[in-house]
């Protein structure tokens, strides 16, 4: 069957959030919320996907890939939204119309209703979901024959009959049209309400008055249904799916200590027999590879950790940590910091926009910056790059096998050759050769009967008279 055209409403005002931010750009587990929606329709192998978006075209920088945008001028209601998209409509095309603010819609369920849609022959398709409780849901009236003949709102008294109250069969703002009969219909419906707007649903009567079919298509679950409309319900909608994705990556083998004290954005991916412990966040498109020990207290922003890692009580961001690294506790990995196979930064390391060579090791108390080591080399406690010198940023070389000694500062631009040591309390401003040990400090002087001198001055100046001006 032919892949069918999703339309996705996004050019609503969200005021209801009370935010300078367009609701559908509010993040949502690591995508914006418009995000969902457009992905579900490509999984669900959409041949076009069409936004419709405001005049200001806010959402347009959010959205890549085969995503189209349609324009809607005014605010005119949801049927005058999708024939903002008419030009990308063609009349054989099977389209599903679905809303931008219900961001846990599935691939499953666009790609079911299009071929349930698509099989039926019919002009039009509604999903459906039967609630206990429909309260305040446009409710779908059928026909003997058990085809839809409208959906009737109930935002207002009067807009349905007590009758139609005891419906729970509910609109869910979710269509599939025949292409050439939606677009026929759309010019025919009319702003006949109190808000003065074209819905959407009134093209269905429109249909039937043409003496074409008009179906529904019942969901099993109403849980892909919740829209958001103010940041309340965005946490709830937030719970659900960051759930989903705890979810799918423990059934794929990932170990979550507590998925509650957890959180994993949409797109991170983690390898099997990794455990998460409680506390941390995983965000952006970090990777993390199998066997690795993440957390507790630990946050990685697209980041790549490989197997058999250990980060914990970290915060890492745009690093990469290769295989059987220690990074922790209380490291902080920043943009550009490559640890090799084999290495650690330990217990308050700065590291940033530094390569370290694999099995070296920066235990704790330094900070490493725009700095290239080498292999096997271990840096003391309390060791500086100063990589700045108020104008420009330079870099470090430290070569393989060399032993820094604590309290060591190196000013860039600075070599430091394989096998080299340097002293203790050393600030290093040359380059060191391979082998040599570098020392850079004033010798040490002792000066005897120092702290008997000090305290005679002080209890002399103790007794002395006050000052007479």
Known sequence: MPAPVVVILAAGQGTRMRSAVPKLLHPLCGRPMVAWPVAAARAAGAERIVVVDGPERRLEPSLHGDVAIAVQEQPLGTADAVRAASA?????????VINGDVPLISAQTIHALAQAHARSGAAATIATVVL???????????????????????????????????????NTGIFAFDGAAL?????????????????????????RAHERTVLAHELPSSDELLGVNDRRALADVTAIAQRRINEAHMLAGTTIVNPAATVIDVDVQIGQDTVIAPFTSLHGSTTIG?????????TLIDSRVGDNATVVHAYVNQACVGDRVSVGPF????????????AKAGTFVEIKNS????????????YIGDTDIGEATNIGAGTITA??????????????????????AFIAPVSIGDDAYTGAGSVISQDVPPGALGVARSRQSNIEGYSDRRKEREARQSQAPPHQS
Not at 137 to 165: F, N
Not at 331 to 342: C, H, M, T, W
């Open 331 to 342: 490291a902080y990995l920043r943009p550009g910091a490559v640890l090799r196979e084999g």
């Open 132 to 170: 206990e409780d429909p309260t305040g849901y446009g409710r779908v009236v059928r026909g003997p024959d058990g085809t839809v003949v409208r959906v009737v709102e109930t935002k207002a008294p009067g807009d349905a009959t007590e009758l139609e109250l005891h419906i729970r069969e509910i």
């Open 355 to 366: 390569d370290v060579g694999a099995g070296s090791k920066v235990p704790h108390l330094s």
């Open 387 to 408: 990589n700045y010198d108020g104008y420009r940023k330079h870099r470090t070389t430290i070569g393989s096998r060399v032993k820094v000694s604590v309290d060591t």
């Open 88 to 96: 990308h409509i063609g009349p054989a095309d099977t389209v599903v």
């Open 183 to 207: 677009v026929a219909a759309l010019a025919e419906v009319r702003a006949d309400n109190a808000q003065g707007e074209h819905y959407l649903p009134d093209v269905l009567p429109i249909l």
């Open 290 to 298: 199998d066997g690795c020990e993440i957390g507790p207290h630990t």
